[in-house]
C-alpha cells in the first residue's frame, strides 16, 4: 500500500479551551519545522475555528465530525440522548467493515462522502499523530471511543501511530479497559504527561515497554503575547470553575474559593486576576464577585488568544489553578504554581503535571476537610523558597525535554 507523504494530526481541540489551543499550536509548528517534506493535516471538529486560530496551518475534519456528525444535525458524538451510545457503537462497527472495503480499493457502502474522504486519508497518511491532550480516558467517554476506533482503522491500513504527552486512563470500567487494550497495544510509541498515574493505567491494561514513557504536556513551549496584558506588577492569576459541579456544590466550592482568596488578601499586598482558560470559566468568576464583590481582584476577559493568557500568567508572581494548562504555563514561564482538586480526574491530571516538575507537593483537594489549613502552608511554603523552586522547575523541565527529543526520534525512525 502506498503511503503519501502526509502526517494526520488530532487533539481535544477545536473548541473554546485555550490550553488545547496552544497544544495544537506548538504541535504543528514543531511538525512542520522537523518534517518539512511532509504535508501536516490538522484534524479538528471545526475547520473554521482552527483556521482562525492556526492560520499558517492546513485543516480538515477529526473522526468525531467525518464519523458521528459532532458539530452537525443528527449528532451521536456527545452522548447527550442515551440511544446515541449505541448508535455510536453500532456506526463505529459500520466503519470498520467499510474500511476494509478502502482497503481493497472497493467501493464503501453506505457511507456520507465525509467519512470515505477520512477513510482514505487514513488509508494514505505515513503518520497518525496524537496531539496530547487528557480526552484518552474514561472520564471523556466518546473521545476514549473514538480514539480507540481510530487506532484500529490504523492497524487495519497500516498507519502507525503516535500518542504525545497524553493523560490516558481512569478507565471507569472492564469495558473500557478491553477496548483500550485491544486499540493500543497497537500504536507505536505512547508518551504521557505524567510521571506515574497514566503508565500504571496503562499497565494495567497490559500495556508496557520502552515505548511508554513521560515526557511533557505539548503546550509547555507554546508562545506567549510580547505584550503585557495587565497594568499590575503584583498580581496572583487564580483560575477555577464548576465542570461536572451541579446545584449546592457549586455555592459550597465557592465559599471555599473565598477562603482562599481572602488568605491571600488579608496576608499580602497582592491582588488577584481570575484567568478564563474556557469561557464557561466566566460563570464561576461571576457568581463569585457577585457574592463576594473585592476591589483587588481583576477578572482577565476571555478571548481566543492562548498567547495573551499565557503572558499574564508570566508576568505573575504566583498561578493557582483547577485547569491543568494554567499549570502547565507557569511551569513554561518559571511561575510557581499551586493545583486545586475536587476529583480523582483532576487529582489524575493536576497532581500527574506538577510531579514533572517536582510540584507535586503543592496540591490542594478542597474535598478534603483541612484543604484550607493545608493550602496556607503550601502558600508560605512556596512564598519563602520561591527562588529554590524555580531551580527545581528550570531542572526538571532539561530532562522532559530530553525525553521529548527521544520521542521525536522514534518517531523520525517511523518516517524513514
Excluded at 476494509?100 to 456520507?112: A, C, Q, S
Excluded at 487564580?238 to 488578601?265: C, P, R
Excluded at 523552586?389 to 523541565?397: E, G, P, Y
Aim: glycine letters at 6%; hydrophobic letters at 35%; one cysteine or more.
Amino acid at each position: 500500500m502506498k503511503k503519501s507523504r502526509n502526517i494526520l494530526v488530532t487533539g481535544g481541540y477545536g473548541y473554546t479551551n485555550l490550553g488545547d489551543e496552544a497544544q495544537c499550536e506548538a504541535t504543528l509548528e514543531l511538525l512542520t519545522k522537523r518534517y518539512p517534506q511532509y504535508q501536516i493535516i490538522n484534524l479538528t471538529p471545526d475547520v473554521n475555528h482552527s483556521k482562525d486560530i492556526h492560520p499558517k496551518f492546513f485543516h480538515d475534519y477529526a473522526s468525531r465530525t467525518a464519523f458521528f456528525n459532532q458539530g452537525l444535525p443528527f449528532n451521536i458524538y456527545s452522548f447527550g440522548k442515551i440511544w446515541t451510545i449505541p448508535v455510536f457503537l453500532l456506526k463505529s462497527l459500520w466503519i470498520l467493515f467499510n474500511s476494509y472495503l478502502v482497503k481493497y480499493d472497493l467501493p464503501p457502502l453506505f457511507l456520507n462522502p465525509r467519512s470515505v474522504k477520512f477513510l482514505q486519508q487514513l488509508k494514505e497518511a505515513s503518520l497518525f499523530y496524537y496531539c496530547g491532550g487528557g480526552f484518552l480516558t474514561g472520564k471523556t467517554l466518546s473521545r476514549l471511543w473514538d480514539g480507540i476506533l481510530i487506532c484500529l482503522l490504523c492497524k487495519i491500513f497500516k498507519t502507525p501511530v503516535v500518542m504525545s504527552g497524553q493523560t490516558i486512563g481512569v478507565w471507569n470500567g472492564i469495558y473500557n479497559e478491553l477496548f483500550a487494550k485491544w486499540a493500543f497495544k497497537s500504536v507505536n510509541v505512547i508518551t504521557v504527561r505524567d510521571e506515574e498515574f497514566s503508565l500504571k493505567d496503562l499497565e494495567k491494561i497490559g500495556i508496557k515497554g520502552e515505548h511508554c514513557f513521560a515526557t511533557h504536556d505539548d503546550a509547555l513551549h507554546s508562545p506567549k503575547s510580547e505584550e503585557r496584558q495587565i497594568d499590575c506588577d503584583n498580581y496572583i492569576t487564580l483560575n477555577f470553575h464548576y465542570w461536572g459541579m451541579k446545584g449546592k456544590q457549586k455555592e459550597i466550592y465557592i465559599d471555599k474559593i473565598n477562603k482562599i482568596v481572602n488568605y491571600i488578601i488579608d496576608n499580602t499586598n497582592y491582588n488577584i486576576v481570575f484567568i478564563p482558560m474556557t469561557q464557561t470559566d466566566t460563570d464561576s468568576f461571576d457568581d463569585y464577585l457577585k457574592k463576594y464583590p473585592n476591589d483587588r481582584i481583576k477578572v482577565y476577559e476571555f478571548n481566543l488568544d492562548f498567547r495573551k493568557i499565557r503572558r499574564v500568567i508570566a508576568d505573575s508572581k504566583m498561578c493557582i489553578t483547577m485547569k491543568h494548562h494554567p499549570i502547565i504555563f507557569a511551569m513554561g514561564e518559571d511561575v510557581p504554581t499551586i493545583s486545586l482538586a475536587f476529583s480523582d480526574y483532576y487529582v489524575h491530571k493536576n497532581v500527574g503535571a506538577l510531579a514533572q516538575y517536582g510540584q507535586e507537593k503543592f496540591s490542594v483537594n478542597l474535598e478534603d476537610n483541612n484543604y484550607y489549613e493545608k493550602f496556607t502552608q503550601l502558600y508560605k511554603e512556596l512564598s519563602e523558597n520561591r527562588n529554590e523552586i524555580i531551580s527545581v522547575i528550570q531542572n526538571r523541565k532539561s530532562i522532559l525535554d530530553e525525553r521529548k527529543e527521544k520521542f521525536l526520534q522514534m518517531v523520525d525512525k517511523i518516517l524513514n
